[in-house]
């Protein structure tokens, strides 16, 4: 194959996109992301409309971490993507995301503890682009967890 190969080219493109999809699982990325700016310029929040084809499922059987497809879903809402500028609120998707995988296969764990730590409500499963908590962390009165609400202002 020749470097002008539009197979190559292919290929080279359809890599990058997951490659760079799969990197959407990771809350330090997308704060990253949300700090550089990214997530206010239109042509980034359209390049993001774009990659939802990767939910298709003759796409998503490439995925390794499906999670990122609900990142992906989520980083539709202007809301969500506000939010991840904040690093309270990176904090509770790494909470989110760790529980969900240390949890999956357990069911008798997430029926005992519910899908979250004590103390933490997951801001992500479950929840439809729109719906975004703006507390991160919600005081349980039996943990020493601090009420941490999102607006900075």
């Given at each position: 194959?020749?470097?002008?190969?539009?197979?190559?080219?292919?290929?080279?493109?359809?890599?990058?996109?997951?490659?760079?999809?799969?990197?959407?699982?990771?809350?330090?990325?997308?704060?990253?992301?949300?700090q550089q700016g990214?997530?206010?310029?239109?042509?980034?929040?359209?390049?993001?409309?774009?990659?939802t084809y990767w939910s298709q499922p003759q796409y998503a059987k490439f995925i390794e971490y499906p999670y990122c497809l609900?990142?992906?879903n989520l980083l539709q809402d202007p809301i969500f993507r506000e939010s991840l500028k904040h690093a309270q609120f990176k904090q509770t998707l790494h909470l989110s995301e760790h529980r969900h995988w240390s949890t999956w296969r357990n069911k008798r764990e997430i029926e005992r503890?519910?899908?979250m730590m004590p103390g933490v409500r997951s801001v992500v499963f479950g929840q439809e682009p729109g719906i975004v908590a703006a507390d991160a962390v919600e005081q349980s009165s039996s943990d020493n967890v601090t009420n941490t609400n999102m607006d900075t202002s």
């Open positions: 194959m020749t470097r002008g190969d539009p197979n190559t080219a292919e290929k080279t493109r359809f890599l990058a996109e997951l490659e760079f999809v799969q990197c959407l699982a990771n809350p330090d990325y997308l704060h990253y992301l949300a990214y997530f206010g310029e239109p042509a980034f929040i359209n390049y993001l409309k774009y990659l609900t990142m992906l503890h519910g899908p």
